[in-house]
DNA sequence: CATGAATGAGGGTTCATTCAT
DNA sequence: TATGAATGAACCCTCATTCAT
């Protein structure tokens, strides 16, 4: 047997380990031998888990997803009338502010350097499946409705990133509560 | 001063000719090189008329921020009722979705690739330009109301390009108009 | 010593895995890691039954000659007249030919990855036993002119490697056949 | 104007510079990085001149063809009879052998580096035109009489290089003279 | 005996920028 | 003013080899 390391524990650790660097860097800036150093293993290494840089970045970017729903799940519960949704979403918007600009910026990033349509494809697959569960969580009727809210969202988190000086998403959800 | 004139002439020219370059490829992948050969010119003259690739960036976007703005406030046209003036928004949009996206994406690249403050404070009153001109035009009382509005149309875009399959621009702000 | 026999048959089984993978992408280009995983083994079973790519290569190649010659010699039989022989030298040719310019290409590609002197004396051994074998073969007297039979069957292979569209053994031998 | 340096002359002084390092090394041993230095330029330098390694590669190898049979075509002077001119191609060959030998290493390596069906091309386009020369030069009738004796040349070049004990080129050479 | 995870120097190549002309 | 040759650090990725298990 070889070194002692269950090979997927290892993989999962790496990608855990990589989600800050490209959240903080991008894409583009992440090395391979940068990102090497900050898991304290070699770059032989990275390769030996992942074919590539992309495919590193990918299961990353998915991995992350999949918390990201999991974690919103636990916090808008079902059940409350839709004004304490919105209050439900608004509470984890500014939670996790830094963290969901940080999820759409790499994930731009990662669409200018790989213009190819199979990384387009992956991108509208990780999207929909944000904006399928805020649909499903907000208990919002239709799909266009949904993806109406999951734009509007969308748009307030580039919105601050682009401009930290944006109104808060609390100011911005009440004008849709005020709407609804 | 002929001289005068004919530098800034080729300043503007340069300005033009690049925003499809970067808009296209994207900020990362725009070489300087490249660049010069597209525009016909040396290398040598590009950093001649601007100081560095960053420099070039700024000066190209915000030409076009201010051409954008001229030629939406073209379109909507104020003096009809919201729901008219809506309407003329959605038109603008879908005319112009394909450069409002590489608009955003080049935004975001650039951003990316120059963490610095100052970049950051760059893109925030580029954006700033965009917003006033819209809540303006729109005639949105309140900063709030203009703000939120500019972010679902933000999101619309951004949504639209990480996935294609999003709903049309003319649906999307359907909602908005039935909620108004 | 039951250990020794399985020993020696996986060492053997090794060597004959590996002539086609190293006849097929060359010296240079079969790596430790590949040839591991086309065997079926571990890279670290490859290195214990081998010290070195060096080593493995070495072996493979001295296998594969004596295999080639005993071929040969069961082709060339003699007795017959010298046309007759080299009629025989024809036949051999042309059926191994595929097989015989990869062990010329094999064989320069290591003497580029190896200058060492001792990968020359080991090339040059090796090249001894088939000139020797088809001199004996071929019944020809002097030293000098199995030597020169041989560059010119070596010469013919190379030929072809370089230029697929040399003339044939057959029309070629029919030269040397006709100043016979 | 950029520094003053012709460009055509400059891309020739790379490439005569070149010859030596590949022959010496192999094309697979050569790095860009070891070239650049050899010659007293950067690696983007040699980038600015030459596309590729391989474009490197074949401009230098199909220069040093030209050369090879320019030098050749001044030895092998035509007018004597055959035996005459096959005592001529000694003189030539053993003048040359380091260098033959040489290019005909380097030429095989390159095909082992690049397996694809332009570089076996373009190592046939040049086979052909030292094949030709030769023809020629020989005066020798028929086609496939002058590449019989090309291979025969080829293979008493690479016999020596596999075999350094291998006979002289002259009393291989006898031979043949003593068949015609 | 056998495994395969780990290493890290080194591969070809790119590119913003400088500067002699 | 305009040119484009020159730079060299840094990029992603490869691979022979080692060694803990």
């Known amino acids: 047997m070889p070194r002692v390391v269950d090979h997927e524990e290892q993989r999962a650790a790496i990608l855990d380990g990589c989600f800050d660097l490209f959240a903080r860097k991008g894409y583009g800036s992440v090395t391979m031998r940068g990102a090497a ?39 808008l519960t079902e059940g409350d009338d839709l004004r304490m949704r919105l209050l439900k979403l608004e509470e984890y918007l500014e939670q996790r502010a830094d963290h969901l600009q940080a999820v759409l910026m790499v994930a731009v990033d990662y669409l200018r350097n790989h213009p190819e349509p199979t990384a387009r494809a ?34 307030m988190i580039l919105h601050r990133t682009l401009d930290p000086a944006a109104p808060a998403f609390s100011d911005q959800l009440a004008v849709l509560a005020a709407l609804a």
Not at 49 to 59: I, T, V
Not at 127 to 133: I, V
Not at 136 to 141: A, I, M, V
Request: net charge negative; aromatic share 12%; hydrophobic share 40%.
């Open 37 to 75: 150093r900050e898991l304290g293993v070699s770059t032989g290494t990275l390769y030996h888990y992942f074919d590539s840089k992309e495919e590193l970045f990918r299961r990353m970017f998915e991995r992350n997803a999949r918390r990201d729903i999991v974690e919103a799940e636990g916090i």
């Open 122 to 155: 992956f991108l509208a697959e990780t999207a929909a499946l944000y904006r399928e569960a805020l649909g499903e969580r907000l208990g919002l009727p239709g799909q266009i409705l949904g993806a109406s809210t999951f734009s509007f969202v969308l748009g």
